[in-house]
């Protein structure tokens, strides 16, 4: 698992390097659908690698999950805006936050996950993957080019795969949610009614 975060890590920040750093350049989708959400996986990883990461006094403070998932949420509603991903790209200091706060941004989920009861895992699902396929629909639909890096044929294509990933997503987390309630086939019907 160790392997597997540093790995992650690695690649999803050599695409903000020479010879990467042309793919995200010329191409919203590589920009928005491929380093950010790696970025975020390979802090999430790494918070499965090492759980202690936030352990101790910073656990306190994120009782239930709700200080981590307002971080992330923060921080991927800010790498949503149109003029950020344009300072990214043409800023490197803007570059090295983004790596850094997507990153932890990951992290944070995947600590809050762990914590969070039900209802406030649906809150912030709720919010945060409408959000992104509000913006999806909105990129794919705008006669607008709303980032001057980005030609509007890539924004385009990058709406379209914003409203599948939050499709993706929103399936994922539902699956989450329908294992628990599978029946288990080892145990009889009958069984379980008799045990009441």
């Known amino acids: 698992m160790k392997f597997l975060a540093g790995l992650l890590t690695l690649l999803a920040a050599a695409l903000s390097l020479p010879p990467l750093r042309a793919l995200i350049e010329q191409s919203m989708v590589w920009h928005m659908l491929v380093q950010m959400p790696l970025l975020v996986a390979a802090g999430a990883v790494v918070a499965v690698a090492w759980p202690q990461l936030l352990g101790g006094r910073l656990a306190r403070w994120n009782r239930y999950g709700l200080t981590g998932f307002m971080l992330a949420q923060c921080i ?9 991903i344009d ?3 043409v800023l490197p200091s803007a570059d ?3 790596v850094a706060t997507l990153w932890l941004a990951g992290v944070a989920l995947r600590q809050s996950w762990v914590k969070s ?4 895992q ?4 709720g919010y945060g993957l409408p959000m992104m396929a ?4 909105y ?5 607008l080019r709303l980032c001057n ?18 499709v993706l997503l929103g399936l994922a987390w539902g699956a989450t949610l329908w294992r628990p309630w599978r029946p288990n086939p080892t145990k009889s019907p009958s069984v379980g009614w008799a045990d009441r």
């Open 139 to 143: 990129l794919a639909t705008t006669d």
């Open 117 to 120: 009861p039900l209802p406030v």
């Open 87 to 89: 300072r990214a790209v």
């Open 122 to 125: 649906l809150f912030f699902v």
């Open 76 to 84: 991927l509603a800010y790498w949503m805006i149109p003029a950020a």
């Open 96 to 98: 090295v936050l983004k």
């Open 134 to 137: 509000w913006l999806g629909y």
């Open 149 to 166: 890096a980005y030609s509007l044929e890539s924004q385009l294509h990058t709406g379209r795969g914003l409203i599948a990933l939050a």
